[in-house]
């Protein structure tokens, strides 16, 4: 019985593996298309820097393959605080809605520059 259990636990942890590769591709392929169109509006969407930007529109299929195949999803959710949740389920108007998130991420964005910014200056005076 517990053999079945230590089973049907392995084959859940292959398909959801499985799974996460999938999307791994499907949001590496995306990422790198959105680069190669429009660089600026790729990384505010994306929320990435001009580096990893850079990076991502470099990479050969094999490269993307190969770290597609990873265990860990590469993309997450940005809506992690309540500001992000409210605006979707608020019943606003799609048009109006998507400009309140736009203005939110504009301004998480900004500033996780400043922060960065911020943190690049503390480093160099230590």
């Known amino acids: 019985m517990g053999s079945?259990?230590?089973n049907c636990n392995i084959t859940a942890t292959g398909v959801i593996s499985r799974e996460i590769g999938e999307i791994n591709l499907a949001?590496?392929?995306?990422?790198?298309?959105?680069?190669k169109q429009d660089r600026a509006?790729?990384?505010f969407r994306l929320g990435v820097g001009r580096e990893l930007a850079d990076l991502?529109?470099?990479m050969s299929l094999s490269q993307i393959v190969k770290l597609a195949a990873s265990n860990f999803l590469l993309c997450?959710?940005?809506l992690d605080?309540?500001?992000m949740f409210a605006v979707v389920g608020e019943?606003?108007?799609p048009a109006l809605q998507q400009a309140h998130m736009s203005i939110l991420m504009a301004a998480r964005q900004a500033q996780a520059q400043v922060d960065s910014q911020?943190?690049?200056r503390g480093a160099s005076a230590a």
């Open 4 to 6: 079945d259990v230590e």
């Open 41 to 43: 509006e790729a990384m």
């Open 91 to 93: 019943g606003k108007e």
């Open 76 to 78: 997450s959710f940005r």
């Open 27 to 35: 949001y590496m392929l995306l990422a790198q298309k959105l680069v």
């Open 56 to 58: 991502l529109a470099n």
């Open 118 to 120: 911020a943190q690049m």
């Open 81 to 83: 605080d309540r500001p």
